[in-house]
T-cell receptor, first 113, second 116 residues
Framework: DAKTTQPNSMESNEEEPVHLPCNHS???????IHWYRQLPSQGPEYVIH???SNVNNRMASLAIAEDRKSSTLILHRATLRDAAVYYC??????????????FGKGTHLIIQP | DTGVSQDPRHKITKRGQNVTFRCDPISEHNRLYWYRQTLGQGPEFLTY????????KSRLLSDRFSAERPKGSFSTLEIQRTEQGDSAMYLC??????????????FGPGTRLTVL
């Protein structure tokens, strides 16, 4: 899987939107962009994924740049429960295989009350 | 369904001992994954199963590590002759498998291993 680059940490205030960036300049045409997050003392959990178009779900939105070399995870109204490490991961499932997720260090999101 | 479960949640052992961890995936999930996570790092992929077949094991850290999924349901991860460097969180995940953009992985709470 191709490599991603994320800021080590970000801080935001409760009830404000949060934009978490991810750079993936070497992304291939078959790479999907996945986001997972890991709350303290828990295993990672899936947040959202996309290929080319922007995506929305109940947890977040994913904005993908037109050239696909970067993306942004958007939490529309952060709560204290959103404090976690957020991982941006590229996955190529075109070969039909699954293989494991390649996690980087992620972005540690701190939410201030 | 209660999600992926792992047992034990914590394990303390002495160097040189063998340890075995168990993972119960979500029912009917065909794929099962093992990861290791050390402090301050993201999880590191170790191995995965499609039903009972172990399709990737080259990422296992050494020949002291082995995993099984004998009936395609639960899985075990064994570490023989543990070393202090094996101290970490061991995570299990499962997925249903499917189309190109699916295969969302669901993680268990992990087993924290401390080797003294």
């Amino acid at each position: 899987d191709a490599k991603t680059t994320q800021p080590n940490s970000m801080e935001s205030n409760e009830e404000e939107p949060v934009h978490l960036p991810c750079n993936h300049s070497t992304i291939s045409g078959t790479d999907y962009i996945h986001w997972y997050r890991q709350l303290p003392s828990q295993g990672p959990e899936y947040v959202i994924h996309g290929l080319t178009s922007n995506v929305n779900n109940r947890m977040a939105s994913l904005a993908i740049a037109e050239d696909r070399k970067s993306s942004t995870l958007i939490l529309h109204r952060a709560t204290l429960r959103d404090a976690a490490v957020y991982y941006c991961i590229l996955r190529d499932l075109s070969g039909g295989g699954a293989d494991g997720l390649t996690f980087g260090k992620g972005t540690h999101l701190i939410i201030q009350p | 369904d209660t999600g992926v479960s792992q047992d034990p949640r914590h394990k303390i052992t002495k160097r040189g001992q063998n340890v075995t961890f168990r993972c119960d995936p979500i029912s009917e999930h065909n794929r099962l994954y093992w990861y290791r996570q050390t402090l301050g790092q993201g999880p590191e992929f170790l191995t995965y199963f499609q039903n009972e077949a172990q399709l990737e094991k080259s990422r296992l850290l050494s020949d002291r590590f082995s995993a099984e999924r004998p009936k395609g349901s639960f899985s075990t991860l064994e570490i023989q002759r543990t070393e202090q460097g094996d101290s970490a969180m061991y995570l299990c995940a499962s997925s249903l498998g499917g189309g190109l953009d699916t295969d969302t992985q669901y993680f268990g709470p992990g087993t924290r291993l401390t080797v003294l």
